[in-house]
C-alpha cells in the first residue's frame, strides 16, 4: 500500500546548485501537487497538475519547475537552490481535481540550501 | 478571495482536559469543503475529516468532535480527554467547488503534558 511515495527524505545542496524531488502515486489519482512548509505559515502551494501533460502554478512557483509525462510521476526541479527554499516538500494527490476527496500526502522531504 | 484563520499559534494543556481548536475561514463561494488534518512530531499529514458546507451537521469520532456553524465561518475541532499522542500540528484548510487549490491555515501545535 504504497499512496504516494516522495524521494529523497532530506537533501542538502549548495546556493545555484539543482535538484529534482521525485513524487510518484500508484493509486490512479488524476491530481497531484507540491506544497512546501515553512514554519508559521502553513502549507503553500507551488505547482499542480490536473492529468498527464497538464501543469500550472499555485501560489509559490518562482525557482521551480514541474512536468507531468505520466499520471503516476511528478517531479519538482529547483533550477538554482537558493536559501530561501530551505523548507520540507510535500507531495499529494487527489483522484479528482476539483472536488471534496481529500488529498494523500507523501512523508515529506526536508531540503537545506546551504 | 479565500482565507482560512487558526488564530491559536500554540495551546498547552494537561492529560485528559478537553481542548477546542478554532478555525475561521472566509470564501464568497456558495459550496465548499472544510478538512482537518494532523501533523504529529514524525512530520506526515494526516487526513482527519471533510466537511460540506451544505452539510451543518456536527460531527463526532470517538473522542473527536468538529463543529461547523456557517453563521460564523467556523469549524472548530474539539479533542475530548487528550491524550499525549494528539500532540501535533494540527491544519484546517478550506476548497471552494470548481477550485482546484486547497487553502491552509498556519495550523495549531496542540502540547498535551502528561
Known amino acids: 500500500n504504497a499512496g504516494v511515495t516522495q524521494t529523497p527524505k532530506f537533501q542538502v545542496l549548495k546556493t545555484g546548485q539543482s535538484m529534482t524531488l521525485q513524487c510518484a502515486q500508484d493509486m490512479n489519482h488524476e491530481y497531484m501537487s507540491w506544497y512546501r512548509q515553512d514554519p508559521g505559515m502553513g502549507l503553500r502551494l507551488i505547482h499542480y497538475?490536473?492529468?498527464?501533460?497538464?501543469?500550472d502554478q499555485g501560489e509559490v512557483p518562482n525557482g521551480y519547475n514541474v512536468s507531468r509525462s505520466t499520471t503516476e510521476d511528478f517531479p519538482l526541479r529547483l533550477l538554482s537552490a537558493a536559501p530561501s527554499q530551505t523548507s520540507v516538500y510535500f507531495c499529494?494527490?487527489?483522484?479528482?481535481?476539483?472536488?471534496?476527496?481529500?488529498?494523500?500526502f507523501g512523508d515529506g522531504t526536508r531540503l537545506s540550501i546551504l | 478571495a479565500q482565507k482560512v484563520t487558526q488564530a491559536q499559534t500554540e495551546i498547552s494543556v494537561v492529560e485528559k482536559e478537553d481542548v477546542t481548536l478554532d478555525c475561521v475561514y472566509e470564501t464568497r463561494d456558495t459550496t465548499y469543503y472544510l478538512f482537518w488534518y494532523k501533523q504529529p512530531p514524525s512530520g506526515e499529514l494526516v487526513f482527519l475529516i471533510r466537511r460540506n458546507s451544505f452539510d451543518e451537521q456536527n460531527e463526532i469520532s470517538g473522542r473527536y468532535s468538529w463543529n461547523f456553524q456557517k453563521s460564523t465561518s467556523s469549524f472548530n475541532f474539539t479533542i475530548t480527554a487528550s491524550q499525549v499522542v494528539d500532540s501535533a500540528v494540527y491544519f484546517c484548510?478550506?476548497?471552494?467547488?470548481?477550485?482546484?487549490?486547497?487553502?491552509w491555515g498556519a495550523g495549531t501545535k496542540l502540547i498535551i503534558k502528561p
Open positions: 484548510a478550506l476548497s471552494a467547488k470548481g477550485n482546484y487549490q486547497l487553502i
Open positions: 497538475s490536473v492529468g498527464a501533460g497538464i501543469t
Open positions: 499529494a494527490s487527489r483522484s479528482r481535481p476539483r472536488g471534496n476527496q481529500p488529498q494523500h
